[in-house]
């Protein structure tokens, strides 16, 4: 069965794909780009023979998971491949989509590629949604950080003790005020901003501006945003995250291959500084 089977090499881009196959005699040639459009795919999908006898490989990027998804459903084995584990020779320094989608179908023939896990549809959705709270994050530290830098550098200090953040230090700002109506005006879009972004990672601050009250959005201010997430995703086996039940599918080893590399990415230690060849 294998003497019979064609190995594809897609190099993905947002708007076109090139695409390479190795033959079963040994030959590994072109085929041009494809627009990446499913209406697209489908037809040359159609054009190379019976799905069943072509293997597929595309490596992981910004483009996702659509086209693994689109293949599978057209019958073809496809695999989504590691880029950082691509084999590369020694000064092979020009990379292009033809040569890129050559040297992808030549391995997948003969095994050299490392293959990552595919995320079912619940498992990609929630991948979203914690992105989306972690760039909301860190967008409320930043706009934290912009009233603090500006608070400071206009000499308008919190009372000592005061910590930051709290339902004090709110009403402490909300009952700041500027002579100058630009700074003034810069106050406001400053705390506006604050608010926007603790909305957002689902805390709430109410009111600097009108009744100079605020709730505190600290550590438990994701509550809501758990509560959202269970709630879009329905009932599941939950595991715990924190104090909070987060539905998820089932874990396999995969999960667990990805939270280890994870964890070894955190782990390592910075490179040293390189000393100067005069004082090796």
């Known amino acids: 069965m294998r003497e019979k089977l064609r190995f594809l090499g897609m190099d993905v881009h947002a708007e076109t794909i090139a695409v390479a196959i190795a033959e079963p005699d040994g030959e590994v040639r072109s085929l041009g780009t494809i627009a990446n459009r499913e209406d697209s795919i489908r037809k040359f999908i159609r054009k190379l023979g019976t799905p069943e006898q072509l293997r597929a490989c595309y490596e992981a990027g910004p483009t996702g998971f659509v086209l693994y998804w689109q293949l599978t459903q ?3 084995d496809c695999a989504v491949i590691a880029p950082t584990l691509v ?3 020694p000064g092979d320094r020009v990379k292009t989509d033809r040569r890129d989608a050559l040297k992808l179908a030549r391995s997948h023939r003969s095994g050299d590629l490392t293959a990552v896990w595919v995320p079912d549809e619940d498992s990609e959705a929630l991948r979203d949604l914690v ?3 972690e760039a909301a994050k860190q967008d409320q530290l930043r706009a934290r950080h912009r009233l603090t830098k500006f ?3 206009t000499g ?3 009372p000592l003790g005061l910590k930051a953040w709290t339902e004090r230090y709110m009403r402490w700002l909300a009952q700041v005020r500027y002579t100058q109506p630009a700074q003034e005006v810069t106050r406001l879009d400053c705390m506006n901003e604050v608010e926007h ?3 957002a990672v689902g805390g709430s601050h109410s009111g600097s501006g009108k009744a100079g009250t605020a709730t505190h959005a600290g550590r438990n201010s994701g509550s809501a945003g758990f509560a959202r ?3 879009y995703l329905g009932s599941h086996d939950r595991i715990g995250v924190g ?3 987060l539905p998820l599918p089932e874990r396999t080893e995969a999960d667990g291959l990805l939270r280890r590399i994870s964890q070894r990415r955190f782990q390592r230690q910075p490179r040293s500084k390189r000393r100067h060849h005069q004082g090796r």
């Open 74 to 76: 057209l019958g073809v």
């Open 131 to 133: 992105r989306q709270r």
């Open 243 to 245: 104090q909070h039940l």
């Open 87 to 89: 084999p590369k020779k």
């Open 197 to 199: 972004m603790g909305e």
């Open 151 to 153: 608070l400071l550098r």
């Open 229 to 231: 997430c269970s709630a």
């Open 156 to 158: 308008q200090r919190p």
